[in-house]
C-alpha cells in the first residue's frame, strides 16, 4: 500500500500572477464542465484542451490545463452533491483562495528548493524554509526512502507530499478506539480476546471549550461590526484560522498519544464508521445541532488514520450503532446507572458507558468472547495545548468510590 504524508514548508517570494492565472483557468474549465455537461476528468480535458492552448500558451505549459482540469473536476463534483442536498442554489461553484497544484511533470525537487516549469525551457525557483520537522523528510527523501507526489503552492506555504510503500501489519493485538465530543476512549486486547491489555481515557475537554469560547467571540464581532462588513469579515476570517490551528493541534497531540500505544503493542486500529452522522445531527434542535457540528470526530480519525498507516499498522470502520447501549457481554439492551455508568439487567454487567462502546467495537471487529471485560479506564489523562500528557490523580477518588483499584503510574509527556 501507498502511504502519503504532507508536509508543510514555508517560502520566499511573492507568486501573486501565476495565483490568478492558475484561477483563471479553474474556472475556465468549470464553465467548459458546466457548459457541455461533463463529470469526468478526462473528458473534461479532450473538451477544453485546444481552447485552454489558444488562450495560455505558451505563457504556460499545457500540464496546467491538466491540473486545472483535475481541480475543476473535484470542485464541481463537491457543489453538485451541495446542489442535490439543497445546500447551495448558485448557478456555478466558486474557486476560492490563493493555490496552484503542480503535477510531477511541472516541477522539480531539489530538498531546500522547488524548480517549477512555467513554459518550456523557462523555470521558476521557490526558496524553501527548511526546520527541524521538515528536515526529517528531506533527509529521507535524500536516501531514497520517500517519493513526492503533486505539489500544492498556497499563499504562505507549500504543501509537498510524500511518499512511500508499505505492508501494512497488525500482530497479536487489536485497539478499539471510540471518538465522544469530550473525550477519547481506546480498548487494546489480544485478537481472541483473552487478555484485555488496557483501558485508557483521554480528557480533550479543551477542544469543546475552544469551540465555544471563539462562539462567543464570533457573536460579539458581529454585534460590534455589524455596520463595518468589511472589517467584520476580515476579523471573522482572522479568529476563524486562530481557532483551527488550535483545535488541530490539540487533535494532533491526542491522535499522536494514541498512536504510540498503538506502535508499542503492534495493534490494528478499529474505528467507528461515522458516515452520514452529520445528517441525523442537523434533525436535532437548533442549540444541539449548533454544538454537535463543532465537534471534530472525523479529522481526528483522519488524524489517527494517515499516522496509524505512516507506521504500517493496518485500519478498520466498523458499524457505530449501538456501541453505548448494548452489553459487550450477552447482548441485551443495556439501561442507565447513574452518571455515565450503564447496567445490564440480564447478566448484571456494569460499566462505563464509553469502556461499553469500545467493548463493542471488539466485538464487532471479530473478536471472540471477552472474558476480562474492564468497567472504568485503567488510565485517564488530560491532554494539555503544549503537546504533553498529564495523568489525572483526582480520578483516583472516582475509582475509591467504585471500590475499584488504582494504579500510580508516573506522567508521561508526549
Given amino acids: 500500500m501507498e502511504v502519503i504524508k504532507a508536509v508543510k514548508f514555508k517560502y520566499f517570494g511573492d507568486f501573486d500572477q501565476l495565483f490568478r492565472d492558475f484561477r483563471e483557468m479553474v474556472e475556465f474549465c468549470i464553465d467548459k464542465a458546466l457548459e457541455l455537461n461533463i463529470t469526468s476528468y478526462a473528458k473534461l480535458r479532450k473538451a477544453a484542451y485546444d481552447k485552454w492552448k489558444q488562450k495560455w500558451y505558451p505563457k504556460y505549459h499545457t500540464h496546467y490545463c491538466h491540473s486545472a482540469c483535475k481541480i475543476a ?36 525537487f531539489e530538498g531546500d528548493k522547488v524548480r517549477v516549469v512555467l513554459s518550456p525551457r523557462n523555470f521558476l525557483t521557490i526558496n524553501l524554509i527548511v526546520g527541524k520537522h521538515q528536515e526529517k523528510f528531506v533527509n529521507a527523501w535524500k536516501n531514497g526512502e520517500l517519493d513526492v507526489g503533486e505539489v500544492i503552492i498556497k499563499k504562505d506555504y507549500i504543501v509537498i507530499p510524500f511518499k512511500k510503500s508499505v505492508k501494512l501489519t497488525g500482530t497479536g493485538t487489536i485497539m478499539a478506539v471510540d471518538v465522544n465530543e469530550k473525550n ?26 475552544i469551540h465555544d469560547e471563539h462562539s462567543k467571540k464570533r457573536q460579539r464581532i458581529q454585534e460590534k461590526l455589524s455596520k463595518k462588513p468589511k472589517v467584520m469579515k476580515k476579523v471573522l476570517i482572522k479568529y476563524k484560522g486562530r481557532e483551527k490551528r488550535r483545535i488541530e493541534n490539540l487533535l494532533h497531540c491526542a491522535s499522536k498519544f494514541i498512536l504510540r500505544d498503538a506502535l508499542k503493542f503492534s495493534s490494528e486500529i478499529v474505528l467507528e464508521n461515522l458516515k452520514n452522522l452529520r445528517n441525523s445531527i442537523n434533525k436535532r434542535n437548533k442549540k444541539l445541532r449548533r454544538r454537535l457540528n463543532r465537534w471534530n470526530f472525523r479529522k481526528l480519525q483522519f488524524f489517527i488514520e494517515y499516522k496509524a498507516k505512516w507506521g504500517r499498522l493496518s485500519v478498520s470502520y466498523v458499524k457505530a450503532h449501538g456501541t453505548s447501549s448494548f452489553c459487550p457481554i450477552c447482548g441485551s439492551k443495556l439501561s442507565p446507572n447513574g452518571q455515565r455508568l450503564l447496567k445490564c439487567k440480564k447478566c448484571g454487567y456494569e460499566g462505563d458507558r464509553d469502556v461499553i462502546a469500545t467493548l463493542n467495537l471488539l466485538r464487532k ?28 490523580k483526582v480520578y483516583r477518588n472516582y475509582l475509591k468510590l467504585l471500590k475499584l483499584p488504582w494504579e500510580r503510574t508516573e506522567l508521561v509527556y508526549i
Avoid at 491489555?197 to 471549550?209: A, C, E, G, H, P
Avoid at 471472540?368 to 485503567?378: N, Q, W
Wanted: with cysteine; aromatic share 6%; net charge positive.
Fill in 184 to 209: 477519547i476512549t481506546y480498548t487494546i486486547a489480544s485478537k481472541d480476546a483473552k487478555e484485555i491489555i488496557k483501558t485508557v481515557r483521554l480528557d480533550i475537554y479543551k477542544v469543546k471549550r
Fill in 73 to 108: 473536476t473535484a470542485i464541481l463534483k463537491n457543489f453538485r452533491k451541495r446542489r442535490k442536498k439543497g445546500l447551495t442554489d448558485k448557478e456555478k461553484p466558486e474557486v476560492k483562495g490563493k493555490f496552484v497544484k503542480l503535477e510531477e511533470m511541472l516541477f522539480k
Fill in 365 to 392: 471487529s471479530g473478536c471472540a468472547e471477552i472474558r476480562s471485560p474492564r468497567k472504568l479506564p485503567d488510565e485517564v489523562w488530560l491532554i494539555k495545548p503544549d503537546g504533553t500528557g498529564e495523568l489525572l
